[in-house]
C-alpha cells in the first residue's frame, strides 16, 4: 500500500504537492481489522515495520520520477512545512537520497552528531543506562529501551536512535525484512 498524502495542502503554502512511499504497517491488529473487512492478507506474515519490498519501491520510484517524493513519512511532513525533518534520517544516508533537494539541503545543514552530554542528559531523564549507549556519525545506541524512551531522545536531538536489540541494517532503514532477503 502507497500512501498518497497530496490531496493533503498545508496551510500555510497550500501548494506543496508530495508523495511518500513507507510502506504499509502490517501488525497483527491492522491484519485483523483488514481480515474483518474482507480483505486478503497483502503479506504472509506480520512485522514489526514497515513493509516495503525491493520492487514495489523501484516501481513507485520510477513512476514518480522527477517529482517530490520522500520514503519517510516525516521527511515529507518537514517538506511540507519547510522545516528540518525531526527524526534524523538525513544522518543514516541512503534514505533521503530520493528527498528533494531544497529539503535535503535543509537537513544537511543543521546535521551533527550530538555530544555525549547532551545524549546522556536526555538518557537520565527518561531512566536509560548512561553506560549503554553509543553514538556515532549516523546514530545513537541504547540498550533496553522503550520506543517513548527512544523518540523522546531522538525528537529532541533530531538525531536517530536504535536499540541494541533492533539493528538498522544498510539501505534497509526501519523496513520489514519481506522483500528483501
Ligand atoms: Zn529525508
Same mark, same amino acid.
Given at each position: 500500500?502507497?500512501?498518497?498524502?497530496?490531496?493533503? @495542502?498545508?496551510?500555510?503554502? !497550500?501548494? #506543496?504537492?508530495?508523495?511518500?512511499?513507507?510502506?504499509?504497517?502490517?501488525?497483527?491488529?491492522?491484519?485483523?481489522?483488514?481480515?474483518?473487512? !474482507?480483505?486478503?492478507? =497483502?503479506?504472509?506474515?506480520?512485522? @514489526? #515495520?514497515?513493509?516495503?519490498? #525491493?520492487?514495489? *519501491?523501484?516501481?513507485?520510484? $520510477? &513512476?514518480?520520477?522527477?517529482?517530490?517524493? %520522500?520514503?519517510?513519512?516525516?521527511?515529507?511532513? &518537514?517538506?511540507?512545512?519547510?522545516?528540518?525533518?525531526?527524526? !534524523?534520517?538525513?544522518?543514516?544516508?541512503?534514505? %533521503?537520497?530520493? %528527498?528533494?533537494?531544497? +529539503?535535503?539541503?535543509? %537537513? &544537511?545543514?543543521?546535521?551533527?552528531?550530538? $555530544?555525549?552530554? =547532551?545524549?546522556? *542528559?536526555?538518557?537520565?531523564?527518561?531512566?536509560?543506562?548512561?553506560? @549503554?549507549?553509543?553514538?556515532?556519525?549516523?546514530?545513537?545506541?541504547?540498550?533496553?529501551?522503550?520506543?517513548? +524512551?527512544?523518540?523522546?531522545?531522538?525528537?529532541?536531538?533530531?538525531? +536517530?536512535?536504535?536499540?541494541?536489540?533492533?539493528?538498522?541494517?544498510?539501505?534497509?532503514?526501519? @523496513? &520489514? *525484512?519481506?522483500?528483501? $532477503?
Amino acid at each position: 500500500m502507497v500512501e498518497d498524502p497530496s490531496a493533503k @495542502r498545508t496551510p500555510s503554502t !497550500g501548494k #506543496r504537492l508530495l508523495r511518500h512511499l513507507p510502506g504499509l504497517f502490517f501488525r497483527e491488529e491492522i491484519r485483523s481489522y483488514l481480515r474483518g473487512g !474482507g480483505v486478503l492478507d =497483502a503479506y504472509p506474515e506480520i512485522a @514489526r #515495520r514497515k513493509i516495503m519490498p #525491493r520492487d514495489i *519501491e523501484r516501481r513507485v520510484l $520510477s &513512476a514518480f520520477e522527477g517529482k517530490p517524493i %520522500c520514503r519517510k513519512t516525516s521527511c515529507g511532513v &518537514a517538506y511540507a512545512h519547510g522545516t528540518v525533518e525531526y527524526n !534524523g534520517h538525513f544522518g543514516i544516508r541512503g534514505i %533521503c537520497n530520493v %528527498c528533494p533537494a531544497d +529539503q535535503v539541503a535543509r %537537513c &544537511a545543514g543543521s546535521d551533527r552528531t550530538p $555530544s555525549a552530554e =547532551a545524549v546522556l *542528559e536526555l538518557a537520565r531523564t527518561v531512566s536509560l543506562d548512561p553506560g @549503554r549507549i553509543d553514538i556515532d556519525e549516523r546514530r545513537i545506541e541504547v540498550e533496553g529501551s522503550t520506543e517513548q +524512551q527512544r523518540y523522546f531522545i531522538e525528537h529532541s536531538l533530531n538525531y +536517530q536512535v536504535h536499540d541494541r536489540r533492533h539493528p538498522h541494517l544498510p539501505n534497509r532503514h526501519g @523496513r &520489514a *525484512e519481506i522483500g528483501w $532477503s
